[in-house]
DNA sequence: TAGTCGAACTAGAACGATCTAGATGAACAT
DNA sequence: ATGTTCATCTAGATCGTTCTAGTTCGACTA
């Protein structure tokens, strides 16, 4: 078949076009210093040819790379939400967003490592697991912006959700539904779990009730364990650490014949995609990826242009109420 | 604070070092032609700097970039999976691995462009849907693989799993459990949707059983509204399009009070996340996302080390056998 | 002793863009 | 006629690497 072809440089839209390789460039970026006329033939030219400007050169040479480097993870299904999101809110800003996974043998000090090479002038990295010395550590170089997670140290910027405040709302939601007896299903290990099971535990005593804490994690299954332990001795209310969570200790009620919500009440974390399904309609607490992701974009943005101290931004949740909370069961107000 | 400090290049470690950068290049690239002992004179300055390589600069000047594109969407957990066991394949096979996503308002033909302009030596297409010219295009400058979908024409290759014989599997379970009314719930406008419904008619007529299908969609709501058409008719089992589907057939089900398998059994498609719960146990038809991915990582390595003539991949995938398949309930065995 | 060889190293030209500084020439003022 | 200004365009340096084509020098051969 046809060979494989070189890709046409500045030089040969320069040659077809008649004129200098710096005029090209002009052209090709927009700038001004061209006349129409010419303007016009440059493009023609380029468009003739297939002509695309070439990054790895353009980025090598231009101090300027606009390119905003994002780390994520393939395992968190709402890191992607905020992938999404990102795109968006870069390109709005004229910036381009380069991508490095999180994967199974890929750690996240690699992910970053890519990103850097690519020449990103700032960093985004989603639910940071590296340590505060290592993460200062590049700052030093480059802006680092931490999503989701906010004790990063004083070096590097952080966008975070108000953990403190999603739990205090649906605290306050099933306080003012009646219960008293609310239980808080933590996330084990992962990351905002503490954050969110002393949020939790100041809540409840503020208000003058007793917390109740059942080990939990960020899985369906770890939801499911822990309903099956809660059935011993029900709550009228379940905080789940997340949706996912969430849906495990609504299947485990719901297999022991316990209904939601004339029972037990069920909150989760994140209004992803399964709280928002029909058949579950999960009062959620929701981090709104695409604001989230916006003010991450927004914050790398102004480091780069400019600001000089890295500040923290801490977006408030807000609470969805669907179909899994209601007022509590009678008879079962004692402490 | 500190102040953003530029990132030391060859020449600096050259200097460090007291050598040419030529040999530091070579040092760091670990080609031959260098002294033991300046070798590690060399690493110990590059180490004392933080040194590392601009890949821009390298990319620029190196005609071999090692580089493999790879575009997927955000919207697909699946893609996911592959995303990860691709990292894993392609640097076992000494090449890197770099993203673009398909979100939002970001369209394919500027994912791949992206990938194109950073120096891919191929480009894996996760489930493309730009059009046979298109793709033929870019083949003429970089190998192209498609991956999840094989009528791409002659110029690209394709990596595939096998639809028709995965239907046959899941038919086959069936029948071979007594059912004999088997629906089948399609993926309306989804990619491989199509495949699967034909794959299915022809399946359901080679055995002399007469072939039914209800219009659906990739979403657990597709399932939903599928499910409660077939409420008025029940057949003894079903085939969802995917995994997403069979969960919201088998919730409109559950909620009509139709028990699963023991009324009606389910077989899902993608053996993913969901079907494996303990609480779903869904008997699902798996692709298998890292042999899939290592295939299409493969094809593409291959084409760029030599091989002239794109080819077609398929793998063929397997039943997982779970709860949601039992035997055909009595006196329901009528056409 | 001179010649050959190979290992270790280096200078300088790429790669394909952008950027700086300056050339060119038409239009206008003096 | 001469100088000034401005828009338009260009030559050449530059970004940080890799690659090509040497150079240098000690060891070995004849």
Redesign the pocket.
């Known amino acids: 078949m046809s060979e494989l072809q070189?890709r046409p440089?500045?030089?040969d839209v320069a040659e077809a076009a008649?004129?200098?390789?710096?005029?090209v460039?002009?052209v090709?970026?927009g700038?001004p210093?061209?006349?129409?006329?010419?303007?016009q033939k440059v493009l023609q030219a380029a468009n003739d040819l297939g002509?695309r400007?070439?990054s790895r050169?353009?980025l090598?040479?231009?101090?300027?790379t606009k390119l905003l480097g994002l780390s994520f993870s393939t395992a968190q299904p709402f890191h992607a939400e905020i992938v999404d999101a990102a795109y968006a809110e870069a390109s709005a800003k004229g910036y381009e967003i380069t991508l490095s996974a999180v994967a199974n043998g890929r750690p996240e000090a690699r992910a970053i490592e890519t990103l850097l090479d690519v020449g990103a002038e700032a960093l985004i990295v989603i639910a940071p697991t590296l340590g505060v010395e290592d993460l200062a550590l590049h700052a030093r170089s480059v802006p680092v912006v931490s999503l989701l997670r906010d004790d990063v140290g004083q070096a590097v910027d952080s966008v975070s959700s108000d953990d403190q405040a999603g739990i205090a709302m649906a605290v306050d939601h099933l306080v003012s539904l009646g219960h008293r007896r609310i239980v808080h299903v933590d996330g084990g290990t992962a990351v905002s779990s503490e954050n969110r099971r002393e949020a939790y535990r100041a809540e409840m005593i503020r208000r003058g009730l007793t917390p109740w804490v059942v080990p939990g994690g960020p899985g369906e299954e770890d939801g499911m364990d822990a309903g099956r332990i809660l059935q011993a001795d029900l709550p009228t209310a379940v905080i789940a650490f997340n949706d996912r969570s969430a849906l495990g200790i609504m299947e485990s009620f719901k297999a022991a014949g316990i209904s939601i919500p004339a029972n037990v009440s069920v909150i989760g974390y994140d209004d992803s995609h399964f709280a928002k399904l029909s058949y579950v309609q999960l009062t959620s607490v929701s981090q709104d990826a695409p604001l989230l992701a916006a003010a991450a974009v927004g914050r790398a943005v102004d480091r780069i242009e400019g600001a000089k101290s890295p500040g923290s931004v801490v977006r408030t949740p807000h609470l969805v109420i669907r179909k899994t909370t209601a007022r509590a069961p009678e008879g079962n107000s004692d402490t």
């Open positions: 070189r440089t500045l030089m008649g004129v200098s390789r710096a005029l460039s002009i090709m970026r700038a210093g061209a006349a129409e006329s010419t303007r002509y400007a070439d050169a353009r090598l040479r231009s101090s300027r």
